[in-house]
């Protein structure tokens, strides 16, 4: 069965500090996986996806089969970066899906 | 705005009572899903539509829930004789694909539909 495991609910970090979101995944096939986020009253919206290999606001994921993990890393964080993030799994065939983890809350301290 | 589109954005309503939400997608995109989801989790999937046909149905989706989209532009979702538990934020979201695993553009999601179910 597919499964996206986000293991922290909350997560906080002074700004300027790196932050490193976890996200650890089970899927039986070649997954697609992404990272959403969503800010404050705002719409949950796609941050990046793997296969575009881009840095979004400075956020990085890769995608490490040997250890079915996409964690989500940010060198120097900002305020503007407090946000709710999920971690989701796309099925590559039929309904092309996404299964989300439970979303981690990131709160960066001034 | 040209993104998804839904309403209304708050429901409250009694329990045992019907409610009908609507979804309007992005009008290029042949893909509509439904999530659902509760505080503290994330979405959780519910059904999705390629055009007018509803493909597949998630086993949360109990017989009191049904989805249409009858034209292939939006879609509604009705859940009848509402339960307490059915309290949640009701997501639709819409996407673009070849259909044949080519390409296939991200989720794009709606601001969702409140349900409170008292």
Known sequence: A???TQPEKLLSVFKGAPVELK????YSGSPELFWYVQYSRQRLQLLLRH???????GFTADLNKGETSFHLKKPFAQEEDSAMYYCALQDIEGAQKLVFGQGTRLTINP | DTGVSQDPRHKITKRGQNVTFRCDPISEHNRLYWYRQTLGQGPEFLTYFQNEAQLEKSRLLSNRFSAERP?????????QRTEQGDSAMYLCASSWTSGRSTYNSPLHFGNGTRLTVT
Do not use: A
């Open chain 1, 51 to 57: 296969i575009s290999r881009e840095s979004i606001k």
């Open chain 1, 23 to 26: 996200c650890n995944y089970s």
């Open chain 1, 2 to 4: 597919q499964r996206v």
């Open chain 2, 71 to 79: 034209k292939g532009s939006f879609s509604t979702l009705e859940i």
